[in-house]
């Protein structure tokens, strides 16, 4: 069993930064891929970014390529969402998962094993 707990989101401007900590506890962190994921209001949930379980490589969507960078510290059992140039259209409710052993390529919305609770990220016009 793995629990993920999401902090960091807030109010911030368009142009803004923000970064998400998402902090797991249970099994060994370094075994799972981790995702970051998004819903907007009256939209389905999507998906950001992830990383692979040996920090082998990232994976984004094209939506967030380039203003945003996903890390992991596996010593601290935390990965991170370091959000750049943020739009408007970024406003939404934030999850990371957890998806044992898997690459940052593989991880779509019903891939994932575990979810914390989200954070609101809101940019404002």
């Known amino acids: 069993q793995v629990q993920l707990v999401e902090s960091g989101g807030g109010l911030v401007q368009a142009g803004g930064s923000l970064r998400l900590s998402c902090a797991a506890s249970?099994?060994?962190?370094?075994?799972?891929?981790m995702g970051w994921f998004r819903q907007a209001p009256g939209k389905e949930r999507e998906f950001v970014g992830a990383?692979?379980?040996?920090?082998?490589?990232?994976y984004y969507a094209d939506s967030v390529k380039g203003r945003f960078t996903i890390s992991r510290d596996n010593a601290q059992k935390t990965v991170y969402l370091q959000m750049n140039s943020l739009k408007p259209e970024d406003t939404a409710v934030y999850y990371c998962?957890?998806?044992?052993?898997?690459?940052?390529?593989?991880?779509?919305?019903?891939?994932?094993?575990?979810w914390g609770k989200g954070t609101l990220v809101t940019v404002s016009s």
């Open positions: 990383i692979s379980w040996r920090s082998t490589g990232t």
């Open positions: 998962a957890a998806r044992p052993f898997a690459i940052a390529q593989a991880m779509g919305t019903s891939d994932m094993d575990y």
């Open positions: 249970g099994r060994t962190f370094s075994n799972y891929a």
